[in-house]
C-alpha cells in the first residue's frame, strides 16, 4: 500500500499514527507531496486533490482519512480503534469533535494565508469561537478517553498540536489543564514522535 500524505497535514498524521500504533509501517510506503501543486500520483488517488490518500496493492484508492483510519483499523485486531458495541458511538462523536476543532484550526489557517486587506475576519472570528467550544467540550471529556487506545486519542492529540503547530496564539493549556496533562503523555508515544508536523 501506498500512503501519499503531506508533512503539514493533521489528517495525513491521523492516518500516519494509525498506521503506527496498528503495526502496519511494514506494509506501507509512504509518498510525501505538496497537494497545492496537484502532482499527479495524488491526483490519481484521489479526484479531490487532498491528502491524505492510500493507494492499495489491487489499484483501488481510498480516501479521506476517515475512511483510510477505518480501512486501517480492520486489517489488525489490536488496538481495536474503531469499537463496536456501546462504546463505538462515543469514541466516533469524540473524533469527530477533535476533527471538527481541526477542520475550523485549518479554515482559519487558511484564511490568514490570504493578503491581510482580503481576509474575512467576522469567519475567521467564527472558526476561532468554534475551536474555543470544541477545546472545552474536549477538556471535560478528556478522562472518558480511557485507557485503550483508540481513534478519539489520537484526533484528540493530532488537533491539540496542530494548533500549537499552525495557530500558535490560541493558549490552551493553562485554560484546559486536564488537556495540557493528557497529551504531555500522550505525545511522548513513538508514534506521535515520528510523525510531528513540518513545514513542507
Ligand atoms: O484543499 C486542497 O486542495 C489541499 N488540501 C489538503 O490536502 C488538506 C491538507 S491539510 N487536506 C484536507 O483538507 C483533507 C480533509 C479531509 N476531510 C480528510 O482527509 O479528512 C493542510 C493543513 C496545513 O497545511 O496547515
Redesign the pocket.
Known amino acids: 500500500m501506498q500512503l501519499i500524505y503531506?508533512k503539514?497535514?493533521?489528517?495525513?498524521r491521523k492516518a500516519r499514527v494509525t498506521v503506527l500504533e496498528k503495526g502496519l509501517a511494514g506494509r506501507v510506503e509512504e509518498v510525501v507531496v505538496s497537494?497545492?501543486e496537484d502532482p499527479a500520483v495524488l491526483l490519481e488517488a484521489n479526484p479531490l486533490?487532498?491528502?491524505?490518500a492510500l493507494r492499495l496493492d489491487d489499484g483501488r484508492s481510498l480516501?479521506?482519512?476517515?475512511v483510510i483510519c477505518e480501512y486501517l483499523d480492520s486489517l489488525a485486531p489490536t488496538p481495536r480503534l474503531i469499537p463496536d458495541g456501546p462504546a463505538r458511538f462515543d469514541v466516533l462523536r469524540r473524533a469527530a469533535l477533535a476533527d471538527g476543532v481541526l477542520d475550523a484550526a485549518?479554515t482559519a489557517?487558511m484564511e490568514l494565508l490570504r493578503p491581510e486587506d482580503k481576509r474575512w475576519t467576522p469567519w475567521t472570528d467564527r472558526q476561532r469561537r468554534a475551536i474555543g467550544r470544541g477545546l472545552a467540550v474536549m477538556e471535560r471529556d478528556v478522562a472518558a478517553l480511557g485507557a485503550e487506545l483508540t481513534l478519539a486519542h489520537i484526533e484528540f492529540a493530532v488537533a491539540l498540536e496542530y494548533l500549537d503547530f499552525?495557530l500558535p496564539d490560541v493558549v490552551w493549556r493553562d485554560t484546559h489543564p486536564a488537556l495540557a496533562a493528557w497529551l504531555a503523555e500522550f505525545s511522548q508515544r513513538p508514534s506521535m514522535q515520528a510523525t510531528r508536523p513540518q513545514p513542507s
Open positions: 503531506a503539514p497535514s493533521p489528517y495525513s497537494p497545492m486533490g487532498k491528502v491524505p480516501y479521506d482519512s476517515w485549518v489557517r499552525r
